[in-house]
């Protein structure tokens, strides 16, 4: 299998779709700890990467929600994504420590949360616990929400605005 393929073997497009559920399946059955984060991660940057291999290190399968172009649109603007869904899942997926990248339409990943049943949910330190989506799920079934500081002058915000001047 070509390196490329791969990669691409790591991205699912819907979190519906069977061969994500016999994902999940065989990640339960191997008893596996799924950790989850999810974002729209358009400009991949130092924080981006800091914050997700924090995150990863949580548990043995890491899933990363990416937000499709259509929920990125709604949520940042007419003028984003930068990078269309397809290019930052491949970008996401090309990372070593992510195990997979699952896209969802949603505004938030609410109905992929309820889905993946992760043992763990990372989020920025930006949110507290009670205002992270799917945390009354994950701590339900008695798994854990975790919040990772982010890495000080690294945001898409402020590259899109260094490009701009």
Same mark, same amino acid.
């Not at 798994?143 to 500081?149: A, F, H, L, N, S």
């Given at each position: ?5 791969? %990669? ?40 981006? %990467?800091? +914050? ?74 930006? +949110? ?30 402020? %590259? ?6």
């Amino acid at each position: 299998m070509e390196k490329i393929e791969i %990669i691409r073997a790591k991205i699912f497009k819907d979190y519906s779709a069977p061969e994500f559920s016999r994902t999940l399946a065989f990640l339960n059955f191997k008893n596996q700890k799924i950790v989850f984060t999810n974002g729209c991660f358009d400009i991949l940057h130092r924080g981006h %990467i800091e +914050y997700l291999a924090k995150a990863s290190e949580f548990g043995d399968f890491f899933i990363i929600g990416l937000n499709t172009d259509t929920s990125v649109n709604k949520l940042k603007g007419n003028n984003r994504p930068i990078q269309d869904e397809d290019s930052r899942a491949l970008i996401l997926a090309s990372l070593h420590f992510v195990s997979a990248v699952v896209l969802f339409s949603e505004e938030t990943p609410f109905n992929l949360i309820k889905t993946i049943q992760p043992d763990v949910i990372v989020k920025g330190s930006d +949110y507290t616990i009670e205002n992270i989506v799917g945390s009354d799920i994950v701590i339900a079934k008695g798994g854990e929400v975790k919040t990772i500081d982010f890495v000080e002058g690294f945001s898409t915000t402020s %590259i899109l605005s260094k490009i701009q001047k």
